[in-house]
């Protein structure tokens, strides 16, 4: 769920499965026979269960009112002869003030330091180290993700901001990400282009995408579009509910061939309704190069402790094949005395129902969160 992260998009959307862990489920899928799209859908649930994809970004404001002329030891007040005159005390106009989004929290903690240890289907240990500027906005992320390091930078500008990743991934092949984002009139995320582009070997590989964000009367992202080459390739819609988000239908409207008679995706999310949401953003972005939660409209009320994706897909020909993929996340946390995550534990099961039953090795996540609190 967003899980409060720094990748939104780049293993949401993946399109190289042959990364670290992710070629066990492609082994597995050759075994079983298994949809590699449904694979990778089961990776991205892995994925999504620990990645912490856009920390809140908190912002202050700065200055001092000036202080006013005053003739008296009580009052504010400018004093000429026999007439008093009120005056008000000033405050510097900071015109970045006015391009922050609606919502965005005037204090709290903004974590700085992110441990990661996996175990099980996937063993690996990860860190975030992440900075902010003066308004509380992420500005850089320091990652090391399955032994391979990571730079992502946040830059914002009236009406835009911009996400630029260098990492490298396996065999050595460098992928550099930007991410443009356009805002609405209330300073949201409105649409974005995804240009991805990888190199291996001396020859360099570029893949774009455009996402395109809407919302209710009531400032909750209810619906993402994803387009390639101008055509519309995933729809998700957002169902909320008392303030969190509930369930999240995934269609798909890339069917390579025509190759599904059936397809379809159900994310489902639960929540401890006595904790107020501290760590989770925004479960309907869902991953990490997202800088703040607020550009994707309003925030989950509650802390979510359940995190469900449901698959299913059938084919006639050349024989007949109906499955079913269940993945679900459970969450536990340890709480400091404001009320803020130090601890999480996320434990991962999957299985495959159908015409290729099979149990998914589970995956166990423990990490840590610093935070600088202000």
């Given at each position: 769920?967003?899980?409060?992260?720094?990748?939104?998009k780049?293993?949401?959307?993946?399109?190289?499965p042959?990364r670290g862990p992710?070629?066990?489920?492609?082994?597995?899928?050759?075994e079983?026979r298994?949809?590699?799209?449904?694979?990778?859908?089961?990776?991205?649930?892995?994925?999504r269960?620990f990645?912490v994809?856009?920390?809140?970004?908190?912002w202050?404001?700065?200055?001092?009112?000036e202080p006013?002329?005053i003739?008296?030891?009580?009052g504010n007040?400018?004093?000429?002869?026999n007439?008093?005159?009120?005056?008000?005390?000033?405050?510097?106009?900071d015109p970045?003030?006015?391009?922050?989004?609606?919502?965005?929290?005037?204090?709290g903690c903004?974590?700085?330091?992110l441990?990661l240890?996996l175990?099980?289907?996937?063993?690996?240990?990860?860190?975030?180290?992440?900075?902010?500027?003066?308004?509380?906005?992420?500005?850089?992320?320091?990652?090391?993700?399955?032994?391979?390091?990571s730079?992502?930078?946040y830059?914002?500008?009236?009406?835009?901001?911009?996400?630029e990743?260098?990492a490298?991934?396996a065999?050595?092949?460098?992928?550099?990400?930007?991410?443009?984002?356009?805002?609405?009139d209330?300073?949201?995320f409105?649409?974005?282009e995804y240009?991805?582009k990888?190199?291996?070997q001396?020859?360099?590989?570029?893949s774009?995408?455009?996402?395109?964000?809407?919302?209710d009367a009531?400032?909750?992202?209810i619906?993402t579009k994803?387009?390639t080459?101008?055509?519309?390739?995933?729809t998700q819609?957002?169902?909320?509910?008392?303030?969190?988000?509930?369930?999240?239908e995934?269609?798909?409207?890339?069917?390579?061939?025509?190759?599904?008679?059936?397809?379809?995706?159900?994310?489902?999310?639960?929540?401890?309704?006595s904790?107020?949401?501290?760590?989770?953003?925004n479960?309907?972005t869902?991953a990490?190069?997202?800088p703040?939660?607020?550009?994707?409209?309003?925030?989950?009320?509650?802390m979510?402790?359940?995190?469900?994706?449901?698959?299913?897909?059938?084919?006639?020909?050349p024989?007949a094949?109906?499955?079913?993929?269940?993945?679900?996340?459970?969450?536990k946390?340890?709480?400091?005395?404001?009320?803020?995550?130090?601890?999480?534990?996320?434990?991962t099961?999957?299985k495959v129902?159908?015409?290729f039953?099979v149990?998914?090795?589970?995956?166990?996540i423990?990490?840590?969160?610093k935070?600088?609190?202000?």
């Amino acid at each position: 769920m967003l899980w409060v992260l720094i990748l939104q998009k780049n293993f949401m959307t993946m399109k190289t499965p042959n990364r670290g862990p992710f070629e066990y489920f492609l082994n597995l899928s050759k075994e079983l026979r298994i949809s590699l799209n449904e694979i990778r859908l089961m990776f991205k649930q892995v994925i999504r269960a620990f990645f912490v994809a856009s920390f809140i970004a908190l912002w202050g404001c700065e200055g001092e009112s000036e202080p006013s002329p005053i003739n008296n030891s009580t009052g504010n007040n400018t004093t000429t002869g026999n007439n008093t005159t009120p005056t008000t005390p000033t405050t510097p106009t900071d015109p970045v003030l006015s391009e922050l989004p609606e919502g965005m929290p005037t204090k709290g903690c903004f974590a700085t330091d992110l441990q990661l240890e996996l175990s099980g289907a996937v063993t690996d240990k990860q860190s975030y180290k992440l900075s902010y500027d003066k308004y509380n906005r992420i500005v850089k992320s320091e990652s090391t993700l399955l032994q391979f390091p990571s730079v992502t930078t946040y830059t914002y500008a009236k009406g835009k901001v911009t996400v630029e990743q260098v990492a490298t991934v396996a065999g050595g092949t460098k992928v550099n990400t930007t991410i443009n984002y356009k805002l609405d009139d209330k300073n949201r995320f409105a649409e974005a282009e995804y240009v991805t582009k990888s190199t291996a070997q001396g020859k360099e590989t570029v893949s774009k995408t455009n996402y395109f964000y809407k919302y209710d009367a009531d400032g909750y992202l209810i619906e993402t579009k994803s387009e390639t080459d101008s055509k519309v390739t995933e729809t998700q819609k957002h169902t909320w509910e008392g303030g969190n988000l509930v369930k999240t239908e995934v269609l798909s409207h890339n069917n390579p061939s025509n190759r599904y008679d059936k397809y379809s995706v159900v994310l489902l999310y639960e929540f401890d309704k006595s904790k107020n949401n501290t760590w989770d953003v925004n479960g309907a972005t869902g991953a990490v190069l997202s800088p703040s939660v607020a550009y994707f409209g309003k925030a989950n009320k509650n802390m979510f402790t359940r995190f469900q994706t449901i698959t299913e897909w059938a084919i006639s020909s050349p024989i007949a094949i109906n499955n079913k993929t269940t993945t679900i996340s459970d969450y536990k946390y340890t709480y400091n005395s404001s009320g803020y995550p130090t601890t999480f534990e996320v434990n991962t099961n999957s299985k495959v129902e159908g015409s290729f039953p099979v149990a998914i090795p589970s995956v166990k996540i423990v990490g840590t969160i610093k935070y600088d609190c202000k």
